[in-house]
């Protein structure tokens, strides 16, 4: 059968998430010689694209994780016949290769013997940090339509976190537009904070605290363990098409105590290493278990950041030693990253500390 006709100048309609930021762009396409034209975004070389569903109409690059272009409507045969086939073993083995694949489920096994053995703390530690981010990359893909983005909210919320984290670990914050009281760590180091805790927020402070806890369960491995307790070591061979899965679990995890008392503790301690007083996070726990029982946004934090007065307690006991204090952002910074999803917001609280 011959291929089909390639007539100049045909296109088609599709969206492309470029490996590099959580937005969706709509793009076109094209076929020329042996790459594929991406409106905006430059070529692709046919190569180095990876087909990754039945129907044709998702497809990702070999050479860039987390760059996926879609198309909504199947495009026109002459370009569709020119992109990559299904593979012949399955997802994970024709993007990587039979015998690449045989030298990870080997290696996987070793993983679950130490697993039995010695828990899945130690499976968590011995993966690569390289491998996490490409993970959370992949997972916040699917909150691309509702990210929030502007250069002077990012900017601020970026210093904020580099002040708060490791510095051989930048964390990449992003603000989805998601009316509910909550945050998610992800893999690697990506933490994304709904537009809802932004905006109930009192201070930036309150933020900062958070986005504290938040970092400590990714400085601490309690995002993978959460996810290897959830899917198995199976999480280790590709994100494919279960990043929406992995995205979910995370939502709803519960930490264990013991995990949670490990992110307070990273938080209070970088909290006071970055001058800015842990006492706003304490009356913010404060104000979640108390304040407007009936809402479902600060229902959703409660339910997977459970505030007690032990917590309550630990955050204030953390501010009472400390001298001079400086706020979490200036009042400028403060109301570009609560303006960041646009629209009507609450009323901005002003920066506390001194």
Same mark, same amino acid.
């Given at each position: ?82 992109? %990559? !086939? ?9 993007? @990587?290769? =039979?015998?690449? #694949? +045989? *030298? ?61 984290? %490791? !510095? ?9 537009? @998601?009316? =509910?009281?909550? #945050? +998610? *760590? ?78 307070? #503790? ?89």
């Amino acid at each position: 059968m011959s291929a089909p006709s390639d007539p100049e100048g045909l296109r088609a309609a599709a969206w492309l998430h470029d490996g590099h930021s959580a937005i969706r762009h709509d793009v076109t396409v094209a076929i020329e010689g042996d790459a594929l034209l991406v409106e905006g975004f430059g070529s692709v070389a046919l190569k180095h694209l990876q087909r990754l569903d039945a129907a044709g109409l998702l497809f990702g690059r070999k050479d860039l994780a987390g760059w996926r272009l879609g198309f909504d409507i199947a495009p026109p045969d002459a370009i569709l016949w020119r992109l %990559p !086939s299904p593979g012949h073993y399955g997802g994970p083995i024709d993007r @990587i290769g =039979l015998w690449a #694949a +045989v *030298a990870i489920f080997a290696v996987l096994s070793v993983l679950v013997v130490l697993g039995a053995i010695r828990g899945l703390d130690l499976v968590a530690r011995a993966i690569p940090y390289s491998w996490e981010q490409k993970l959370g990359d992949a997972i916040s893909g699917d909150f691309a339509e509702r990210a929030c983005r502007s250069a002077a909210g990012q900017q601020a919320l970026d210093a904020l976190a580099k002040r708060l984290s %490791p !510095s051989d670990k930048p964390m990449r914050i992003g603000v989805v537009n @998601i009316p =509910l009281v909550n #945050a +998610v *760590a992800l893999p690697g180091g990506r933490i994304l904070i709904f537009r809802g805790l932004i905006d109930k927020a009192a201070s930036p402070d309150e933020v900062a605290g958070v986005l504290a806890h938040e970092i400590g369960h990714v400085e601490h491995r309690h995002v993978m363990i959460a996810l290897l307790r959830r899917f198995g070591v199976g999480l280790l061979i590709g994100s494919g098409g279960r990043a929406g899965e992995y995205g979910q679990a995370l939502l709803e995890s519960r930490y264990s105590r013991k995990a949670e008392s490990e992110a307070d #503790a990273y938080s209070i301690a970088h909290l006071r290493q970055a001058g800015i007083s842990p006492q706003a996070t304490a009356d913010f726990f404060a104000r979640l278990g108390k304040g407007e029982p009936n809402m479902p946004g600060f229902m959703v934090y409660l339910a997977s950041h459970p505030p007690s007065a032990e917590r309550r307690k630990r955050f204030a006991e953390g501010a009472t030693t400390m001298g001079a204090t400086r706020p979490a952002l200036t009042i400028s910074e403060w109301t570009a990253v609560r303006a960041m999803c646009g629209g009507p917001m609450a009323k901005a609280g002003k920066p506390t500390g001194s």
